[in-house]
């Protein structure tokens, strides 16, 4: 089967940054995909690692190492509209995506 | 460029009824997935659609099921519901080769009474 655990919830300030873990335990590893969900809203997609590295897509970046089957997404420059919950997935049977429980970010001024 | 539309956003059902759900894929994609949504929790992988084929399931029992049509748009159906299937329903769509990548449209809430 297929197991992802990140925090449940994250406080930051506003301008600071902020770190989201996440580890998984998989068989058939492709990548670690990131999605952001505000309130009420639909899950975005954020990024994508498929290969050990940093990945930076603005004021976010991605992390993978493989070995340590851990990744983290990296939220820079703190915006209070990133306050949001951000999954990490990893991909199962076919093409699915099986989402980790969601960390709930909330930025405070 | 469309993006992942659903309806209805919201129903209200009692127990044991039946219901249907659409989706309409972004434009070009040929795979749909879908996912239940509890409150507080993760999307969880219901089925996915390639090419009007089953592609995939997941933890979900046989009162699940789904079609996809030839434009890529695509159904879910719930049979005999009950209070736990409760839960915003998510349709994802994506292309075969970037399946990582994936399009959720807004999702319905359906609640079961």
């Known amino acids: 089967g297929q197991s992802l655990e990140q925090p449940s919830e994250v406080t930051a300030v506003e301008g600071a940054i902020v770190q989201i873990n996440c580890t998984y335990q998989?068989?058939?590893?492709?990548?670690l995909s990131w999605y952001q969900q505000h309130d009420g809203g639909a899950p975005t997609f954020l990024s994508y690692?498929?290969?050990?590295g940093l990945e930076e897509t603005g004021r976010f970046s991605s992390f993978l190492s493989r070995s340590d089957s851990y990744g983290y997404l990296l939220l820079q420059e703190l915006q209070m509209k990133d306050s949001a919950s951000y999954f990490c997935?990893?991909?199962?049977?076919?093409?699915?995506?099986?989402f980790g429980k969601g960390t709930s970010l909330l930025v405070t001024p | 460029e469309t993006g992942v539309t659903q309806s209805p956003t919201h129903l209200i059902k009692t127990r044991g009824q039946q219901v249907t759900l659409r989706c309409s894929s972004q434009?070009?994609?040929?795979?749909v997935s879908w996912y239940q949504q509890a409150l507080g929790q993760g999307p969880q992988f219901i089925f996915q659609?390639?090419?009007?084929?089953?592609?995939g399931r997941g933890n979900f029992p046989p009162r699940f099921s789904g079609l996809q049509f030839p434009n890529y748009s695509s159904e879910l159906n719930v049979n005999a519901l009950e209070l736990d299937d409760s839960a915003l329903y998510l349709c994802?769509?994506?292309?075969?080769?970037?399946?990582?990548?994936?399009?959720f449209g807004p999702g319905t809430r359906l609640l079961v009474l």
């Open positions: 994802a769509s994506s292309l075969e080769s970037d399946a990582e990548t994936q399009y």
């Open positions: 998989t068989s058939g590893f492709y990548g």
């Open positions: 690692n498929a290969l050990d």
């Open positions: 997935a990893v991909r199962g049977a076919g093409y699915a995506l099986n």
């Open positions: 434009s070009g994609h040929n795979t």
């Open positions: 659609y390639y090419r009007e084929e089953e592609n």
